[in-house]
């Protein structure tokens, strides 16, 4: 069997999915290690453990397990980071929260990400911003094993994990950024997830009380002992969540400017604040 023959058969598995002609693509070829653009045209004869091990890759994702985790990684930005059960999967709306932050970080300032979860945010900043201190928190022990698995992949000797919930893991701490994709799904909503989110991603990084709330504004208290003087906060949330919380925002006396920013697909996604000292 070549491995355009056996990418027919992935293909008829995977046939009730919506991308199944470039999934049962990825899946051969990282089952094969043969190159993607190369299928068609590759003639080698394949072994029986690369024809089962892309039919197991392809029950599992015909079951409805992300692509993601059956392939063990997923880009983010420039970034490929290792993904698996236990970890949300990076999302490339997420990515406003580092265009963001870059460019505002003042040299060898420092920046904090509240629920680290694969590191992407932390790791992303941390790359383009070698002069700055980066330190992330994680509450799930499964979260911050994959944060850690992509730090070292990465080698950046500015950026520090610990485990624990929101600002906790850093008492007496000051940053002059703090950064947060953190749980926003409302539980009532779980039931109209789609399935490779609400029966494969952790639920603890999915969901929180208050309409998904919750969260964010625990860690909007907590920016009054953990911001500088002139520092600023993004968080990422839900659409409807924007508003609410922007008025939640507005009733602290020790932020200003809480402003409401778009995602790349045009979406509302992110509320911004300042400290004001």
Not at 16 to 34: F, H, K, L, P, Y
Not at 167 to 194: H, R, T, W
Not at 235 to 249: K, R, S, W
């Amino acid at each position: 069997m070549t491995a355009n023959e056996l990418k027919q058969q992935i293909f008829k598995m995977l046939e009730q999915c919506d991308n199944a002609e470039q999934e049962s693509g990825w899946i051969v070829s990282r089952a094969t290690a043969i190159p993607a653009m190369e299928l068609l045209f590759n003639c080698r004869p394949l072994e029986e453990s690369e024809i089962a091990r892309a039919k197991a890759m392809a029950e599992r994702r015909r079951n409805g397990e992300p692509l993601q985790y059956i392939l063990g990684d997923e880009y983010f930005g420039d970034l490929l980071l290792k993904v698996g059960r236990g970890c949300l999967i990076p999302r490339p709306e997420t990515w406003g929260i580092v265009e963001f932050l870059e460019p505002r970080l003042p040299h060898g300032g420092s920046c904090c990400e509240l629920g680290v979860g694969s590191g992407a945010i932390s790791i992303a900043i941390a790359r383009a911003r070698t002069d700055v201190s980066v330190f992330g928190s994680e509450l799930s022990a499964d979260a911050l094993y994959w944060a850690k698995r992509n730090l070292a992949a990465y080698d950046l000797p500015n950026v520090e994990f610990r485990q624990g919930s929101l600002f906790e893991p850093f008492p007496g701490m000051k940053f002059d950024a703090v950064a947060a994709n953190l749980p926003y799904i409302p539980f009532q909503e779980k039931k109209n997830l789609q399935k490779e989110v609400r029966d494969f991603e952790p639920e603890i990084a999915l969901f929180a009380e208050d309409n998904g709330m919750d969260l964010i504004k625990k860690a909007l208290l907590g920016l009054r002992d953990h911001l500088t003087p002139d520092g600023i906060a993004i968080f990422e949330m839900g659409e409807e969540q924007t508003a609410p919380l922007a008025e939640y925002a507005k009733t602290l006396p020790f932020l200003k400017h809480p402003e409401i920013r778009k995602d790349c697909f045009g979406a509302n996604r992110f509320l911004e604040v300042a400290f004001q000292g």
